[in-house]
């Protein structure tokens, strides 16, 4: 079984440009999630959908951060303008119902750098 | 309401135990643990549901006391490849079986020959 894809997996940029990332979840997971993750901290929930509905974007910075499921299975995140502080792993998970709980399934990440 | 781990690093010799923990403030209905190494994607380990239960994985096992709002993770017998940063992922009552994790800040296993 295919895992979680993404793509790039590197991108450098300067800030304020724009930077779009690519995810492709495991086939026939329902719920895919998108996380940020700064260099020795833990992966922090961005958005989360449940097909191609919106199920929790309470940390995702609206002014800047954007984020689309189109016909419930890939995704897309953008950032417009980039800042600095962007620089960070962004990881795509997805899940599928299990027993009473969501295993969540990470893709590789991509790698931005804002410079 | 992020989870705290401890210890945040811990140094291994091949063959020797480690037990990681992870707290939290709030009432948990599931922990869930994962390993990462550098440069690559959380690989996950285990669930745990319930108050109490134990899981293992190869010669890694976990328990939940659902009561103290913790879960630890038990690495028996270390080897090379357990070598990584674990991270417990905790989700709430109020968030029961949405998926939603909060992550810990890691815990860095580090196991020399």
């Known amino acids: 079984e295919a895992g979680v894809a993404q793509s790039p997996r590197y991108k450098i940029i300067e800030k304020r440009q724009s930077v779009a990332f690519w995810c492709n979840p495991i086939?026939?997971?329902?719920?895919l999630y998108w996380y940020q993750q700064i260099l020795g901290q833990g992966p922090k929930l961005l958005i989360q959908?449940?097909?191609?509905?919106?199920?929790?974007d309470s940390q995702l910075p609206k002014d800047r951060f954007s984020a689309e499921r189109l016909k419930g299975v890939d995704s897309t995140l953008k950032i417009q303008p980039a800042k600095l502080e962007d620089s960070a792993v962004y990881l795509c998970?997805?899940?599928?119902?299990?027993?009473?709980?969501?295993?969540?399934?990470f893709g590789p990440g991509t790698r931005l750098l804002v410079l | 309401q992020q989870p705290v781990q401890s210890p945040q690093a811990v140094i291994l010799r091949e063959g020797e135990d480690a037990v990681i923990n992870c707290s939290s403030s709030?009432?948990?209905?599931?922990v869930h643990w994962y390993r990462q190494k550098h440069g690559e994607a959380p690989v996950f380990l285990m669930i745990?549901?319930?108050?109490?239960e134990q899981k293992g994985h190869e010669k890694i096992s976990a328990s939940f006391n659902e009561k103290k709002q913790q879960s630890s993770l038990y690495l028996t017998a270390s080897q090379l490849s357990y070598s990584g940063t674990y991270f417990c992922?905790?989700?709430?009552?109020?968030?029961?079986?949405?998926?939603?994790?909060?992550f810990g800040q890691g815990t860095t296993l580090q196991v020399k020959p």
């Open positions: 998970a997805s899940s599928l119902v299990s027993g009473g709980a969501q295993t969540q399934y």
């Open positions: 086939s026939g997971h329902a719920t």
């Open positions: 959908f449940q097909n191609n509905g919106v199920v929790d």
């Open positions: 709030k009432a948990l209905y599931s």
């Open positions: 745990l549901l319930k108050g109490g």
């Open positions: 992922g905790t989700e709430t009552h109020g968030s029961s079986n949405t998926g939603k994790l909060i």
